[in-house]
């Protein structure tokens, strides 16, 4: 039985079930149901939660762990000659098994014990699935008629119920959690491993960056170099020319949405301008380098100034105006939770709608825009897709907005990117830039959200 | 002065003719209207408050007689949809004239909240705020001394001149309250406006809110809005009864309290509605 055929079939007997289980709890207490403890529908639940949870349990296991041990089994019986192989050899036969087996493409002429060491394998996985299906529904059955059983006026099936609801919503916002920790971890062990080829110390502080190492030994003159501060500069830089775009404007167009602008014009105009927010990188990213890098050239030569035609201007305009819904729609939201009470404080002390939203407002607000702000940051210094395609590769350790720079994002993308072994210091450096700049972004959201937090406890 | 005060007799309540005048009007409503949407709020009332007295408003929930308070400094500009037709006199001059700064109009009209709402800076500053968008003091010792006046005459001093630097919304219910009032006479106004400032406060915050009202008296012409009948009769001298958007009576509190010579007057302060 395929294994999508038993999930549909448990879904099945866990509806036979809810309908089983509500249908006796009327039973007992037919016409005076204010005497269940709980509700039939909880006696329901309870019954299919019987049913299909422990199956699915098992079947989740099993086929975990099915494939483990079939591999054990069958390599086991292969004849002692085999077992004498280096594994990577031996990988390599367990793979010709495999495909010979699921009549996948095969060497010409299989040897008869891989033949036969295949045919263990099909005959493990056949007798595997059926026990798995029958166990299974063996135990959705005995699951279902355990909690039928025992359906009376005195079940507390809604209390068990909700605890088991409990249950998946803990597994649910453990998903995350496990998640962030498996990448952090990941980041780190290969990080580890960079670290053993190139101290930190080089490379925090190192002032060269030219990652390109000698694939052989006779190569010449690519030792690579591991200095990653022009990528640390080239951030800053872009990420600065972004927030000196995207936080006045952004806040100019918060106050005036929130203080100034009719409720219509308001009603169209925040939506056009969180649609910002919308538009794929990538297309800022052509926008930047198609339109905006070759304006900033001619621009720059008409004045007489030399302008790479990739430069951290470009980019970092682009992306301050990427940002700007960040800044604006925070903002906003902020300026909008001040108590209208500061408002007529302030205006019934004869200030003006100015000076009430210099001198009231926006103090008040403060800690909530300092928020925003700082989660705009670390979405710039977090974005790709712009500086890959608008500030270019080279890795100058410049503050000219004029030259060409690179980032952090950017040369783990060049990094990483095309066919790549995986323990050279090249590749292993992405990790290591991948670990700075994720304890960068992280202390920043943990900063802007305490910040954030501050604000709220201020008003509520 | 006489002259203005001819009014359409159909809106008079029951009040002597000319005898605010005589008391000396600080403000005078003639005709007042207002407008929220399609709301009909306030209805023609005509109204006078005389200087150096309280003037309290009375009346159920929704009767309009916070919104006639806000006509007072236009604090109902600030809200969308209002629209406020007739006129409010203040010392003869209309104040919705269109040649009125409404800022100049609120120095001269101080307004205290329903709810404490000090600005989230330092009881200092709150203090300070709005000598300081007015310009008043020329150099920090006269807005030092300005500042200690303020919470003086609110009869705060005492209690925070040892912290001035902390925050004014770290002090407790009454206390806001208070520093709000020391705010509003900071500017020195000439009229304040009191939209049920002790609502939102104990027993003892009110008592001592009730007792600065009537020292401020003697400086100020105070208007003050209450759900409490007993405060309307304890803090003011003259009460004015609204009730669904109309002004019903205006005199003397005693007189109101003892005598009303309307029925919906009679009613509402022996407790039969409101």
């Known amino acids: ?236 830089l872009i990420s600065l020319i972004a927030m000196c775009v995207a936080v006045p404007v952004g806040l100019m167009s918060a106050i005036y949405m929130s203080e100034y602008a009719h409720r219509k014009f308001r009603a169209i105009a925040k939506p056009m301008l969180e649609i910002l927010a919308g538009i794929p990188t990538v297309v800022y990213g052509f926008f930047a380098a198609l339109t905006v890098a070759p304006f900033i050239r001619r621009f720059g030569e008409g004045m007489g100034l030399s302008v790479a035609s990739e430069s951290a201007l470009a980019a970092g305009l682009v992306m301050g105006v990427m940002i700007i819904p960040f800044v604006s729609s925070i903002s906003d939201d902020v300026i909008n939770a001040v108590p209208q009470a500061m408002r007529d404080g302030a205006y019934a002390l004869g200030a003006t709608k100015s000076e009430t939203i210099r001198n009231v407002i926006v103090p008040a607000a403060l800690p909530g825009i300092v928020g925003g702000v700082l989660l705009a940051v670390s979405r710039a210094i977090g974005e790709t897709m712009i500086v890959v395609m608008a500030a270019g590769l080279a890795a100058n350790l410049t503050f000219n907005p004029l030259d060409a720079v690179t980032t952090v994002t950017v040369q783990i993308v060049t990094l990483l990117t095309g066919d790549q072994e995986f323990d050279s210091a090249k590749t292993l450096a992405a990790f290591a830039l991948g670990l700075v700049l994720f304890c960068v972004t992280l202390a920043l959201n943990v900063f802007a959200l305490h910040v954030v937090r501050k604000y709220r406890e201020q008003y509520e | 002065m006489e002259n203005s005060h001819v009014r359409d007799a159909m809106h008079t309540p029951t009040e002597t003719e000319g005898s605010a005048a005589a008391m000396g009007a600080k403000i005078q409503a003639q005709g007042t209207n207002v407008h929220y949407g399609d709301k009909h709020a306030l209805k023609d009332v005509t109204l006078d408050i005389r200087a150096g007295e309280v003037t309290s408003f009375i009346g159920p929930s929704g009767c309009g007689k916070s919104t006639f308070l806000r006509c007072l400094n236009r604090m109902n500009d600030t809200i969308d949809g209002c629209r406020v037709s007739g006129t409010v006199m203040m010392d003869g001059e209309d104040i919705y004239d269109p040649k009125i700064d409404v800022v100049q109009l609120r120095a001269r009209v101080g307004m205290v909240f329903q709810k404490p709402n000090p600005f989230p800076k330092s009881i200092y500053d709150n203090i300070a705020y709005g000598p300081r968008i007015h310009g008043l003091a020329a150099n920090k010792d006269e807005l030092d001394e300005m500042v200690v006046t303020s919470l003086e005459k609110a009869g705060l001093l005492a209690e925070v001149k040892d912290r001035m630097d902390s925050p004014g919304t770290g002090l407790s219910g009454g206390q806001q309250q208070r520093l709000c009032i020391a705010r509003a006479i900071a500017i020195n106004p000439e009229v304040i406006l009191m939209d049920e400032p002790c609502s939102a406060l104990d027993p003892i915050a009110t008592a001592k809110i009730e007792e600065l009202i009537d020292e401020l008296r003697e400086n100020y012409t105070i208007v003050i809005v209450t759900h409490s009948m007993q405060q309307a009769a304890r803090v003011s001298q003259r009460t004015a009864f609204f009730h669904l958007g109309e002004l019903i009576e205006v005199g003397d509190t005693e007189q109101i309290f003892t005598n009303p010579r309307h029925k919906l007057t009679q009613g509402y302060i022996t407790g039969r509605f409101g």
Not at chain 1, 17 to 33: C, L
Not at chain 1, 64 to 79: D, E, H, S
Not at chain 1, 106 to 114: M, S
Not at chain 1, 139 to 151: C, T, W
């Open chain 1, 1 to 236: 039985m395929p294994f999508s055929f038993l999930l549909l079939v448990l879904a099945g007997l866990a509806v036979i079930s809810y309908r089983f289980g509500t249908a006796r709890a009327r039973a007992v207490a037919p016409g005076r149901q204010s005497q269940l403890h709980s509700r039939p529908m909880y006696h329901g639940l309870y019954a299919a939660m019987w049913c299909g949870v422990p199956a699915l349990l098992i079947a989740t296991l099993w086929v975990a762990f099915q494939p483990l041990l079939v591999k054990g089994l069958v390599m086991g019986g292969l004849p002692d000659a085999y077992q004498a192989l280096p594994e990577a050899r031996l990988n390599l036969v367990w793979n010709d098994i495999r495909n010979l087996a699921i009549g996948d493409v095969v060497r010409a002429q299989p040897a008869p014990e891989i033949q036969a060491a295949a045919d263990t394998f099909h005959r493990l996985y056949a007798i595997g699935n059926s026990a798995l299906a029958l166990l299974c529904l063996v135990l959705a059955i005995a699951g279902a008629s355990f909690a039928l059983r025992r359906v009376s006026l005195t079940l507390r099936a809604r209390n068990q119920v909700e605890k088991v609801i409990t249950v998946f919503l803990i597994a649910s916002s453990m998903v995350a959690i496990l998640t962030t920790v498996g990448i952090v971890l990941s980041l780190l062990f290969e990080s580890l491993r960079f670290f053993t080829k190139v101290p930190p110390l080089e490379f925090l502080f190192g002032l060269h960056w030219s990652p390109q190492t000698a694939l052989r030994a006779d190569q010449v003159g690519s030792s690579g170099s591991f200095g990653a501060v022009p990528l640390f500069t080239g951030t800053l």
